[in-house]
């Protein structure tokens, strides 16, 4: 059978970062859970912050630098999406947003996706249901129904015992997990093929995009 890639996207901004952590966590048990399907996979994590500065000229310039085509290009080729966000303000970072609005609109559509988020209190814990998955269902993806929130309480003794964070772990990577092997392997071009690198570039001076998948990015021109 052949393998799936897992695209993690990690937005913390501190390192190490307690969103990181959360992020390893969730593709950890889920190459576990897709392990017990007799499904290989391997996973892809990319930290936002080292990418803050080639974001912002994408947003500015709708050039994306190589660093970041290739991680658009990680995301989109993936089989899923496991995604990481700390809440501030009760929403998404700005970060975080701005990677998202990077990519094509139907970039998404269809992926199974894994939303996490990590905040300083229980309190933001709905940040998920009411401000980061109606931004993946704008994208069409799909975000499978359980997503896993950590509050700082989570990494000490003081963490949820009738819900830990592990039991919630578990449970979305398996609902990922399954959406996975329900899928068709992607099809998608190698992310870390130079060609891919190349759209942007050529996007920017006027000519066709090159061949070989590069993405288009995310409706960014005339705007």
């Known amino acids: 059978m052949t393998a799936r890639r897992i695209a993690v996207v990690s937005a913390g901004l501190s390192n190490p970062s307690s969103t990181r952590m959360l992020a390893d966590r969730l593709a950890a048990a889920t190459v576990a859970q897709l392990a017990e399907r007799d499904i290989a996979a391997s996973v892809d994590t990319i930290e936002l912050r080292d990418l803050a500065h080639d974001i912002t000229n994408n947003l ?9 085509e290739s991680a658009i290009n990680t995301v989109v080729s993936a089989d899923a999406l496991i995604v ?15 990677f998202i609005d990077v990519l094509d609109p139907d ?25 980061i998955r109606p931004l993946f ?16 309480s989570d990494w000490g003794g003081a963490a949820d015992q009738v819900a830990p964070l592990s039991a919630r772990v578990e449970k979305g990577a398996r609902e990922l997990a399954e959406a ?19 759209g942007s570039f050529q996007r920017l001076m ?4 090159a061949s070989g998948g590069g993405h288009l990015l995310g409706g960014l021109a005339g705007e």
């Open 206 to 209: 006027g000519g066709e995009a």
């Open 180 to 198: 996975v092997a329900r899928r068709e392997p992607a099809t998608g071009g190698d992310p870390f093929d130079p060609a891919n690198y190349l």
């Open 84 to 98: 990481v966000t700390p809440i501030f303000s009760t929403s998404y970072s700005g970060l975080f947003k701005s």
């Open 137 to 152: 269902a704008y994208l069409h993806a799909d975000a499978v129904s359980t997503g896993v929130f950590a509050a700082s």
């Open 107 to 131: 970039a998404l559509t269809g992926m199974p996706v894994l939303i996490g988020a990590n905040a300083g209190t229980a309190r933001h814990s709905l940040a998920i249901d009411y401000a």
């Open 60 to 68: 500015l310039t709708g050039f994306a630098p190589p660093a970041l």
